[in-house]
């Protein structure tokens, strides 16, 4: 086991409105992972 990264796609489904939705984006953003919305 090489123990590197793993390079993985995220697709986060969200709804208008959704404080939920919007704390994901939020965290993925500050930490700096690229999701696709």
């Given at each position: 086991?090489?123990?590197?990264?793993?390079?993985?796609?995220?697709?986060?489904?969200?709804?208008?409105?959704c404080p939920y939705c919007q704390q994901?984006?939020?965290?993925y953003n500050s930490e700096g992972i690229p999701f696709t919305d």
């Open positions: 086991m090489g123990g590197g990264a793993e390079a993985v796609s995220i697709v986060i489904y969200t709804k208008p409105g994901a984006r939020d965290y």
